[in-house]
């Protein structure tokens, strides 16, 4: 991991050694201005992407050093005959009743999505934040799901939670986007412990 970072930081400080800060601004690109951007760089680690006219306007990415899928936290899945009624408390503030409004709504509507004989259901709370739970149909107990930033990545037939997991096709994430402590988390859900476990964090 170190040698990562130490690669990782080489080659910011070549892009930038190599940049004219002589052409400077203090605007910050607008998004329609970045959709036009181009890889100035790249190796197996980083890339950055920008401005090919104005290199200082660039955001850079880094590789998501995770290689396992969800095939390999594969569960069979639970064939839904019915449901069992939800435990969940009646909540006496406003927020709690909304949630709990959320959650009841999507338990009913919903089949099994995640981990076999779960029903994950999820909301905003904040800008950017998103909170959810999952929901055993067996028992109705409802266990929370770690807080992200831009949301959840998951099947029904696997134990695996990607969060935040927002990757280009070439598996790299943008390091430059707020908010700054954004990046992929990868979790396991462990069925005997009932609770979910970190099995990868990508750095800032």
């Known amino acids: 991991m170190v040698r990562v970072a130490i690669k990782f930081a080489f080659a910011v400080i070549v892009f930038l050694s190599t940049t004219d800060l002589k052409v400077y601004?203090?605007?910050y690109p607008e998004s329609?201005?970045?959709?036009?951007?181009?890889?100035?760089?790249?190796?197996?680690?980083?890339?950055?992407?920008?401005?090919s006219k104005f290199k200082y306007l660039f955001d850079v990415y880094e590789r998501v050093q995770f290689s396992k899928s969800y095939a390999d936290f594969n569960v069979d899945t639970l064939l839904q005959l019915s449901k069992h009624a939800l435990q969940i408390d009646s909540g006496d503030t406003y927020q709690g009743k909304r949630i709990n409004t959320i959650i009841n709504s999507v338990y009913q509507k919903s089949d099994i999505n995640f981990g076999g004989h779960y029903i994950l259901a999820q909301w905003g709370c904040g800008a950017p934040c998103v909170a959810g739970v999952i929901i055993d149909v067996n028992d109705g107990k409802i266990y929370a799901l770690p807080t992200a930033s831009y949301g959840y990545?998951?099947?029904?037939?696997?134990?695996?939670?990607?969060?935040?997991?927002?990757?280009d096709k070439d598996g790299y994430y943008n390091k430059s986007i707020e908010p700054w402590d954004?990046?992929?988390?990868?979790?396991?859900?462990?069925e005997f412990m009932k609770k979910f476990l970190l099995i990868y964090e990508a750095k800032r």
């Open 25 to 27: 601004s203090q605007r």
């Open 153 to 167: 990545d998951y099947k029904k037939d696997s134990r695996l939670l990607l969060v935040d997991y927002v990757v």
């Open 32 to 51: 329609n201005e970045r959709n036009q951007w181009k890889v100035l760089y790249q190796d197996s680690i980083t890339k950055i992407i920008g401005d």
């Open 182 to 190: 954004f990046h992929p988390v990868v979790y396991e859900w462990d």
